[in-house]
Structures are given as structure tokens and as C-alpha cells.
């Protein structure tokens, strides 16, 4: 299993999809108006499931902001902390 | 039930695209889940059950409120059941299973009643099973069919293991309407708007590969084909390697695709999003999906790379506004109805996998149907468990067939192995060769020769056979030759060398054949010119050609007059042989860039050409071929050389010979021709009057060549039947860059399928490639090119990369398609050029003309094809300032264009309709035909036009408006469609509205869809239509001589008595008058009421000589005795058949025996002594415009227009003469029109229709709009006329349209009543029905007249009843010989007839005017 997801990790992931650099990425923007399409999220949970983060596509797709994906993914982060 | 709420938007899109077509099943979506295991059906039923009832999107009903406005209101769905089968014991189960999901889903959904969906359980193996799952759209969308599925799979498995169901989860519809709500009040909505009305400002064009839209097919075609995981994986790492997902680069490879089909520079996708990210709806089963218009610029030198990544940016910028709902942009684009189009093709991604496990068994998704497809569009599935990519590509069955659907999926795919193989290579490089097609003449019969030297050979070998005929003068092929050398020898003299060009403006004739081969001979070039252009054209022509010498009619006698010796001693010497591309000649066609062009053709092609074409359909030796073309028209090479290099005869028309086709048919029969080349145009008027009878093809004619534009296939379908197969019919196709003709089709060829008229294959040596669809054309006939520096022109002749060697070729801009037998079709212009009576019409070139008019700021020309198959131009014209007259316009064009390049009409426009783009909207205009008004139509438009104001608020709207550019939006196409259809008391489609978007167009199409489509002619019609073969000529002496005894039916009506009259002053017989009366003094006294009721004064010793005899025509025998009937056959001399039962509303059957079978009683009587039989007619027989651009003077047959009893009696009474006329019984027909009161006098005809109309309207001060116009003759005119064609000298005309005067226009009718001093107000019928009071015996009579009409569904229907031209030249010929002239049928006719009415009380004197004395007789 890959090394569990950080904060970093997190925004270069979104960062990647963005096109944008890491520091660039805002956490309060929605990710609907960040121009990210269902594909890409799909994408992105798989990366992520990967970390051992156990979360649906409906549990990403409802959110209205990436700092609400980032307290998702941390607390659904499986048994590790 | 719950109270109705209006429908959210996205719910509305999908109502308003049912309503289009309500029965249509296309809303239904579909999946089956294939569930790998054993499976409870009892359990699954349970679960299914529960999760239905959980779904609150699937109780609900829609319904329309009487506004028209949609509604929607919750009710539970009531009782349904699962249905299961097993499948198993058929012999494929699969397959089985999926044709009863096909036939289920081919059931239309009722969405006032609910039950929007279905489900099966198919067992199909041991432990294998389908569950089918089947919803209408407006309930569900993709990504709400999978939350019940997934739903489902969590219940059934609980169920299974006993374990207590969770709870759904699921939201409400009522908070994604909540949220939808607010999203619309925020300022989002504002931004989201303002994005894509900025982005779609310039309403780009959607250009698909079929070039059309249709409206919603209840059916898709689908080819489904599966990417392995191998492949899938691919295309997953390069859309990695290119930083974008793989659904972009799969967008990017369909735009690429759709690049190659169409090339079109930008394409615009439509895809679909699941519109749920933020939102409630991810929990609620419902449907949100929207549209998201996808703008994609391409150009062949873009790789797969770049356009992915264009398309990723294009997303990210639209994504974030993808809730603005598709069919709110369209609106606010104004994008709706027509042709119009927000997007294209749709690509529509799903990359949700379901990975559903049916208590703890396996299942994998598959698509059934995804909605109705507008275009094409791929789906594409992301399939469970790294299986890979499913692409389903859907086409509209009326936009693509299978063939077109296969070859756009293989060429996708193809594109995608390309693509991801070298994804930075550009398009054109990936750009998988289509094939070209290359259509072979096949090989000439031997190598070229020379046309010089052929013609040399005949004169030489057989000198004193003709070469040239005109007009009475000939000269044999020895004088021929040496005319033209004597003419080479003095243009030598006068300076001209080889490589000169020579102009000729020398009419038809001898001169201008010795001409062309003086001026080759001395290895000159010849350029025709017409002698009648206007005199700015040629001079600009001239300039452009710099002619060594201009050989005019005048120049031509100087130049052979002329005796002085050369400047030199000795003759110059006789030039070389031409070689292959040594000009031969030089011929101007319209140019696009505004300019003629001047095509230069070399001796090898014309030599090449006359080989081909000899050999294909050539004259032979003792052809007599007639020359037609002026040499301005390349058929003239082909007249000249063909039958010249072929040692036959060439006949010159002269220029009176085409006054009719009839005449000119005769010349031809004198002049003994054998091989006729036609223009097309002409011949389609030869092939109507062959088929009518009008004409006949003379014997002698063997071959006819015809060309120039698209022969109608209702033309050649006629000509067919009229002349046979007998006579060889050859179709040529060709530009002059190809020389004359470049491929043949043989017309007469027994094996082609009526409507079939293919252009052929090219002439042997020569070939054609079909590339894109367009006709190249290759081989030695080509062109040399262009004269002068045409570059944009000169492209047209280049090299052909597609093929091997790329050979030269030149582009024709024409489209064709192969048929199954190889033979060439021509299916029309890739360019604006028309072809107009021959000529090739570049609109640039006329539009160039025009905007040098001073009064012309912009002007657009285009070609338009009437119904009848008339082609014409039509200059649409905006002035700058006040419009000028059009026929100031076109005397302006006429003295800088050939007479076919003026166009016949002219339109004023305050501007040019433009496209979505910007550019002149072309196609708009040339499909804007002539608006064809008639009573009913009239009537039709203005209900249609009242609705749509009524419905738009916009009291101003005319019926030419665009409703849809006047902002008019689904629904309230929808309210339009319910009213009209009240208003009308017919269905009225929603979607008509869409494919009509003008009020003109829609009541046009409605006028037009009411007519029925096929012959339904009573069976009993065509057996009466039969003539007895006893009925013949008898072999005892035969009537004749000065008419001593003339029978006259009907004498007591009101043409009737005219003719009686007639009768008795201008002969001196005895007219028998057969009265319905019970006795000979009763028949008298009918007669002489008849008389004294049109006031018809007639001297005592006139009277004395009628007869009047007790009959009934309706009865056998004329209701005579034997001995009274056998006296009548017996002493008669005349027959004038005029008596008739003119009762419009009554039923063939009603009014046979009077019409019809009196007729044929009449023929027994005449028969044995062979008695001339007159019967009056009438043109309502004729066919109707819509049939029959015009009624000859023959007799016709059977048509759909025949739909009313009296029309049919009278036809069928006709056919019973013309089999009497064919077995040669003296019989004329006279078809009348409409007959009015005597001019000598001004009386009225006051049981005419008409009459009655006005006499109703007068008073009240309104008229009705009943038609455009009509023919009128007054009554002793006509009994003039019928008189003395009846009675005069026979001669060979047998029918008779007397339509000799110009109609009478009604809305000229209403202007001279005004002007008499009646105000009037024009209504459409159906006003003036409502608003005129019923209290006169003549409003009651005609308004009984109208609603008796309406009860008659044939009519209510509004057929169009006008007729095309009347033909009437036998009866101008006849009466032109008798000194007969109509007297004028206009204003002060009518004028009189009013002063009659008014000195007779029978209308008010108009307010302000008093009566008048009436103006005395003659």
C-alpha cells in the first residue's frame, strides 16, 4: 500500500489535476467551479482508496469544498491513525 | 394526487421533446444487468417492489394545463409487476432476452398516466440472469438508473440473508427542485448565463456530416464494439503522458473524426453531465443530467495532442457553469425550431463502472438505449472491473443509414489506434485515405484524330453529300471545305496567324459552321461570342480575349468580298498540323469571382472528345442531325463536330422554329432529322407535349442527346412512357473545362426504375474520380485551363494526390454518388453556381452586376426550383433608400448580362437574412418560394398567424416572420400547436411548428398535407370512363354540308340560351332543343322564360325556328322513344352537347347520368352518320398547379386532382370523346372557365358563385379572399366563339381550353369596385363568413354554399385548386383565323356589370355616387 496521504500529498494531487502548483491550489474553492469533472474525481478517489482512504464517489462529489474533502479523507482514513 | 407544480427545466426539456412526438418510445432508457449467479426471483420481486416505492421520481404524472403550460404532480404509480421469464429453452437465450427488451422498449410511455417504467428478471442459463430495467428520461437519468440499481443489489442482498434492510439514503426531489430554485435566483445563474451567451455570441455553425437536422427518430441504429483492457490501458497511459483523462482524449479523436468527414474548422459536441457535483441530487434517483455545448476549433495541422489538450481547457472553462440548463441557452441564443442548432454530435462519458453484487453474485451493466439521438453520439462506458471501454455509437435512422454509421465507427476506431499510436502526428498526416472512386469510359476505339482531317477525308471521299443545311440553303462537304479554306487563305491575307484568337458573333447559319473551320484551318483559335449580348458585356469580354480580328455578320460578308490580293505575292503558306495543345477554341462560362471566364480548349481535347463521343452515341453517315445550340453554347462543338467528322448532315434551325414545341416538332418531321441534341430545358417542354399528345415525336428522330442541367425525372418517366424505348435518349453531363460532354447515361436503357435518371460513366478515354463526394473529372478531354490570370479558378484544374501518379484533374464542384450499377448520379452544386436554361449562373456574377445599380446597397442572388420543376433566379435586393422599380433593376441588368442571367424576379428586402455566422443566409432565400396564395392558404395562414401573435403577444407578427428569431420558445410552440388544432378542428403537431417556423410555410404545409397522396378515383369512374367499341363510325352516308338540323342540349341555362341565340342569328337551321318538361308546349314555354329571363330579344321568325322537344338527359336514350331517338340520329346534322348538372357538392354518383352517360347516349346518336358532336367542358377537369405546371389543349388523364363529382363526370365524359375522336368521330371538347354576364349588355350571371358572393358582400361592405385569379369570359362572347368554332371548316384541334384572354386578378376585381365607390374591407374566409349577416337570400344561399363545404371532408382539407397555365393556342389560332376578338375583360366590364345592378336594384348605389345611367348597349 502506497505511503498514507498528507496534507502535501493532497494538494499536489489536486495541483496535478488543476494545472495549477501545489501552492497555488485554494482549499475553500468548490470543486465544481474549479473546473474538475466526475472522470477526474473518479481518478482521484481511486489515487486515493489506494492510501487506504475509504470513501465513495458520492462522499466527494456532495462535498462544496476541497478542505471539506481533506476532513473526509482524514477521517475516513482507515484504522491508521 | 398532489396539487400540480410547473415542471423544473429539466424535467420541461424532456416533456417538450415528448411532445414533439408523443407516441414516439425514444425517452425510453434501458439497462440490463447481467447478475452471474442464482437469483430469488420471489426476493427479488420483494426488493424491487420496495425500492420502487422508495423512488419518488417514478410517482409522478405530467399533464398540461389549457394554457398549454406542463405540469407536474405527485401519484403513486399504482400497481405494476415484475415480469419474468425463462428464456433457456429457446435456442439462444441471450438473444431472445434481448428481443423482447427491444420490443418492450418500443412501446410509447404515457406520461399523463403514469407507469414510467418496467422491469424483467430473464433467466437465461442455469445460474444466469438478466434484469431489465427499463425508464422514461424525464424520470431518470443515467446516473439516477444506477442509484437504483445499486439500490436494489443492497436490498435483494439483505433480503437474502435475512438481514434488515438500511435505509436508502436517498434525498428528495423536492430539495434538488428547492436547490434548483435558489440556484436560479443566485447570482451564479447571472454568471453562468453570461459565460455562455458570451461563449456562443457569434452562434457559430454546427456542421455535422449529414448537413441536416431532423427531428427527434423514435429509433437509433447502435454498433457497439468493446476496447480490451489492452487497449483501454493504452489509451488510459498516453492520456497520462498528455496530462489530460482519457475521456478528453477520446473527445479529441471524435472531433478529429468528425474534422475528417466534414472539415468542417471548429465542431461543436454536445455532451451530456451528470450536473450533481455540490449537490443534493448525488442521493436522489431522479433526473438533472444537462447538455454542455462543447466548442472545439480543429484544423487538419493539429495533432490528437493538441486538440486534447485545447478540449481540457475548453471543459475546465465550461465545467463550472455545466448547470445552466441547454434548452435556456438555446432560447437565449434564439437557436430553437428550423434548422437551428446549438451543437452537433454528442459524446457522452461514463466512467462509473457498477461493480454490484447480487448477494454475493457477480454482475456486469449494459447499456439498452441511452434516449433519443439528434445526430450521431458515441457512448462510452467504463465497464465493472478493468474490462475496459465499450464505445456505442449511435446515428438518427433519417440522418444516417447503417452503411453511413459503420463506416463513421470504423473510421473512429481507425483514428484511435492512429491517434494513440503517434498522438503528435497531425491529422492530415493520420487522415486514413478514403477510397476514391474512379468511374473508367473505357478504352476509344482506336487513337484520336483530327477533326480537320476527318472533315478533309468526307470531302474528299464523298464531296457532294451536305454538310450544312439552313433555311433552304445547303452546301455539300466539298464547297464546305473549300468555303473555309478560302476564308483561312483571307484571314492570312488580313494578318491572322496560328495562335491567333479569332472572336465570331456570327448568328446560326452556314457562315458561322465555315467560320469556325476557316479560322482553324488557318490554326487560328476561334472564341464565340452572342451576337445578342448586351454590348457592355462583349466589349468586356473582348478586352479579356484580345482577339486578333472580330468576325461580325458585317465583317464576315467584308472579309469574303474582299478580292485584293494579300500583301504579299503568293498565298500565305498553309500552317503546320495543330498539335495536341494548340488552342482550338475558347468559350466564356459565369465565373465566381463576379467575372466571366474564358475556358481554352486545345485540338487534343476536341479531337479526343469527338472520338469518344462518336463512338458512344454518334451520328453516322445519313444521320440528319439538327443543329440547335448558337456557338456561344459548347453544344455547338459537339453538333458541328460530331456530325461533320461523321460525314452526316447538319440541319441549322432557323430562329422562329422553337416558337412552340408542337411547331417545332412539325419543322423537324419537314426537315427530316434523325438525331436531335437538345438543351435539357427544351426538351423537358418537347417530353410534356409528346406525353400529352400535345406533340408527336416525329418517326424519323432515332437518337436524342440531351444536357446542359438535371433532367426531372417526371420528364423522363413521361418520355419513357409516351415514346418507348426505341428511340435511344442519352443523358450527357459535362462542364466546358471537360469539353462538351464528359459522361452519358443511356436514358432508354429498358432496365432503369422510373424516377432513376443517372448521368452515366465517362465517355471512353476518359475517367472520373468521385472524391468527398464531389466528381473530378480526368483524361485527355480536359481544358487547357483558363484565359488570362485566374488564380482562384485555375485551382480547379490540379493535380489529383489521391490517386496513383496524381494524375490532372479538374474539380467540377458538382456532386455525385455511384449507384449499384456503376452509373453516376448527379446530386447537385457544392458551390452556389445554378444552371438556368443551359447557361451556368455564377449568383457572384449577377450580385456584381447589381451592386453597380445606383439605388442597390447589397443584393444577394440565388436559384430557386419551383414545385413544377421551374427553374428561376430571384435577385433579392436591399436599396439605399426608397426601393426603385424592379423592372428598373432588371432593364439595368439586361445591358450587362445574358438575357438567362437576369433573374425573373426581383425582391425588395430591408436586409439580408443572415446566417447564425454572420454570412448571407443563402439557403434561406432559395428556399423562400414564391408564396402561392390561394383562398385557403389565405385562409390557413391567417389562422396560423393569429395564433402565433396571440400566443407571442406580438400583434405585428406577419406570416413571414420567423417565429422562433421573434422569440418564440417550445412551449409555447406546444400552446400554438393546441390552439391551432382547436382553431382548425385537425391534429396539429408540435413538431410541424419546429420543421414551419413562418406562419406561411406552416399553413402551406398543412394546405399542402391535406391533399391526398394517390389516385382514389371511384372504381366506377374509370368503368363509365369506357366508350362502347360498337360506338364507331358508321359506313351510311355521313352528316354534312350548311347545318340544317342542329341539336343543342341544355339551351335552357345560362350559357345555354347564349348559344341558342347564337345559333339562331348566325345560321339558319332548326335548333332542337331536348327541354325536361312533361310536354312539347311545356318545353316551349321553358325555352322562351329562358329567353326572357337574360332578356335575349330575338326576331319572331327566329323563335320559330327552335324546336323544343320533352326529354331527360338523365335518362337512356335521352328519356326519347325508340322512334323519337332513331328520328333525332337520323336528320340531325349538329350536335352541341352543353346541358350538365353543375351541382359542385354532389357525388359522382349523383351526377353521372346527367354528365356523363348523356354523353355517351349522345356518341350512339352520332356515330352511324358520323355527326360532329361539340361538347362544352369544363377546366376544372385540369389537373391542379400542384400537379401539372400547366393544362394542355389534349385530353388528360386520370390525376389525384380529380376529387369532386361534377370534375369527375366531366372528365370521364371526356375520355368517352377522346376514345371517340381516336376511332374518328368529328368531336371537339370546349373546356370553359368561368363565364360572365354578356359584355354587349353588363347583365350578371345570377347563379353564379361568384356573383353571389359579391351580391352578399357588397352591401355589408366586405369581401372574401377566395383565390388569386381566374379566368373570366363573358358569355356572348363565348357563344361567339364556340359557335364558330363548332360550326366553322374542322379542323385538326379536338380540344379547345377558351382561356384566350389574360386571368383576371380577384384582388384587381375588389380595386374596381372600390374605385365604383363601394368601401370594402378584404377578409380572409372564414372572417367573412363569420361576420356576414345572414339576412339576404344571396349571404344565405352562399354561406348555405360554404358550409355545405366544410361538411364535405374532401374540402374542409383546403386543397389548393388552382390550375397552371392554361394552353390555349387552339383556340386563339382558330378565332384569330375567324376574326374573332374577345372583347376586354377588365374594369370598365365590371363597371358595367355594376351599372346594371344598380339601374336593377339588384345592389345599393354606392354611398356619395349616384346611380349612374347604365351604359347603353351596343
Redesign the interface.
Known sequence: MPAPLTLDGFRADLA?YL?QRPDEVDLDE??????????????LLERWRETGVDVT??DL????SFAQWWQLLCARRGGTT | MTPRRPLPPAQEGVWTGQRLDPDSPAYNTAEYVHIHGPVDAALFDEALHLVVAQTEALHVVYGVDDEGRPWEADAPAGDWRLHTADLTAEPDPQAAALAWMDEDLARPVDLARGLVFGHALLRIAGEEHLWYHRVHHIALDGFGLSLVARRVAEVYTALVAGEPVRDSGFGTPASVREEESAYRESPRFAEDRAYWTDRFADRPPVVTQAGRVALPGRTFHRRVVDLDAARTEVLRAVARDLKVTWSELLLAVTVARLHHTTGAPEIILSLPVMGRLGSVSLRVPCMVRNILPLRVPVAGSDSPRDLAVRISRELRAALPHQRYRYEQLRRDLGLLGGQRRLSGPGVNIMPFAYDLRFAGHRSTVHNVSAGPVDDLSVNVYDRSEGAGLRIAVDAHPDLYDAADLAAFQEGLLALLTAAVAAPDRTLDELRVRESVAVLDGGPLPGPARPVLGLIAEHAARSGGSVAVEHDGRRVTYAELLDSAHDLARRLAVRGVGPGDLVAITLPRGIDAVIAVLGVLLRGAAYCPFDPAAPPARGAGLLDEARPALVLTAATYADVTADDRPGPGTAPPAPPAAPAPDDLAYVLHTSGSTGRPKGVEVGHGALDHFVAGAAHRYGPRPGDRVLGFAPLHFDTSVEEIFLTLCAGATLVVRTDDMTDSVPAFLDACARLRISFLDLPTAYWHEVAHAVSTGTAALPTEVRTVVIGGESALPERVDRWREAVGTSVRLFNTYGPTEGTVVATVADLHDPGLAPGDVPIGLPLPGTAAAVVDGELHLLGGNLALGYRGNRPPDAARFAPLHALPGAPRAYRTGDLVRVGDDGQLRHLGRSDTEFKISGHRVHPAEVESALLRHPAVRDAVVVGQVLPGGTRRLVAYVVPDGPAPAAAAIREHLRTALPAAMVPSAVEFLDELPRTSSGKTDRHALATQLPVTRTAVVGTLEHTVTAVWRQVLGAATLSAQDDVFEQGAQSLQAIQAANRLGVALGREVKVAWLFQHPTAAELARFLAERARPAAVGLPQSLLADAVLDPRVRPGDGPRAGGTPERILLTGATGFVGVHLLAELLTSTGAEILCPVRAPSPAAATERVRQALDTHRIGLTDAARDRITAVPADLDRPRLGLSEEEFTALARTCDTILHNAANVSVLREYAGLRAANTESTRELLRLAAPRRIPLHFVSTLSVAPPLALAAEVPEAFLPPHPGLRYGYQQSKWAAEQLLRQAAERGLPVTVHRLGRIVGPAATGQVNERDFLWNVLRAGIPEGIVPDLFEEEIWTPVDHLAEALVRLCLGPPGPATVFNHAATPPVRLGDVYDWLEEYGYPLRRLPLDRWRAELQRSSGAAATTLAFFDARDADAGDATGADLRLGRVRADNVVDALRTGGVTCPPVGRELVHRYLDHCVTTGKLPAPAGRRSRPATPAK
Open positions: 496535478e494545472y468548490h470543486p465544481l467551479h474549479a473546473g474538475l469533472d466526475s472522470l477526474r474525481i473518479v481518478t464517489f458520492v462529489a456532495e462535498c462544496t
